[in-house]
């Protein structure tokens, strides 16, 4: 009686196996670490804290509660982008794209920084969760994990 194979088995009688590299990782480096997911997720909750205050700045331009009208669109027309923006950046992060490293640290820097003067205005429901937001996306991004993924030049460093 003839080796029995499984259905799908490639012809060398080894069975197929599915990929274990999920779509839009870079191939071969294995799933994208927890750490790097995290930071993902950061850039996208600060993405979506400028989107709110941006349709908040939208909101007041056009009830005419914005020092000038021009300059409320203009804020809000600006905050969309930059949302948009830093929205890319966490889709390159959560891909594992070395690219996007640098700008969610100049993300996380601005954040930081920016909270800081929030919290100093004294604007503690916007600056306390900016200022978690950043400490944690630094967090995420300087884990061993995401130094080894996103950092050019440090494979085989220890």
Same mark, same amino acid.
């Given at each position: 009686?003839?080796? !029995?194979?499984?259905?799908?088995?490639?012809?060398?009688?080894?069975?197929?196996?599915? @990929?274990?590299? +999920?779509?839009?990782?870079? @191939?071969?480096?294995? *799933?994208? +670490?927890?750490?790097?997911?995290?930071?993902?997720?950061?850039?996208?909750?600060?993405?979506?804290?400028?989107?709110?205050?941006?349709?908040?700045?939208?909101?007041?331009?056009?009830?005419?509660?914005?020092?000038?009208?021009? @300059?409320?669109?203009?804020?809000?027309?600006?905050?969309?982008?930059?949302?948009?923006?830093?929205?890319?950046?966490?889709?390159?992060?959560?891909?594992?794209?070395? /690219?996007?490293?640098?700008?969610?640290?100049?993300?996380?820097? $601005?954040?930081?920084? $920016?909270?800081?003067?929030?919290? !100093?205005? +004294?604007?503690?429901? /916007?600056?306390? +969760?900016?200022?978690?937001?950043?400490?944690?996306? $630094?967090?995420?991004?300087?884990? *061993?994990?995401?130094?080894?993924?996103?950092?050019?030049?440090?494979?085989?460093?220890?």
């Amino acid at each position: 009686m003839p080796p !029995q194979h499984a259905p799908g088995a490639l012809s060398g009688g080894l069975p197929a196996q599915p @990929s274990s590299v +999920p779509a839009g990782t870079p @191939s071969g480096t294995g *799933p994208t +670490p927890l750490a790097v997911r995290i930071a993902a997720l950061v850039q996208a909750l600060e993405a979506a804290g400028i989107l709110v205050a941006a349709m908040m700045a939208g909101v007041d331009a056009l009830t005419g509660k914005s020092y000038h009208r021009a @300059s409320g669109v203009a804020i809000t027309l600006i905050g969309i982008a930059t949302a948009l923006a830093l929205g890319y950046v966490a889709r390159g992060l959560n891909g594992g794209r070395r /690219w996007a490293r640098t700008p969610a640290m100049l993300t996380q820097l $601005f954040a930081g920084i $920016f909270s800081i003067y929030l919290l !100093q205005a +004294p604007r503690l429901d /916007w600056g306390i +969760p900016g200022i978690i937001l950043a400490i944690a996306g $630094f967090g995420a991004l300087l884990a *061993p994990a995401s130094l080894e993924l996103l950092t050019p030049g440090r494979a085989g460093k220890s």
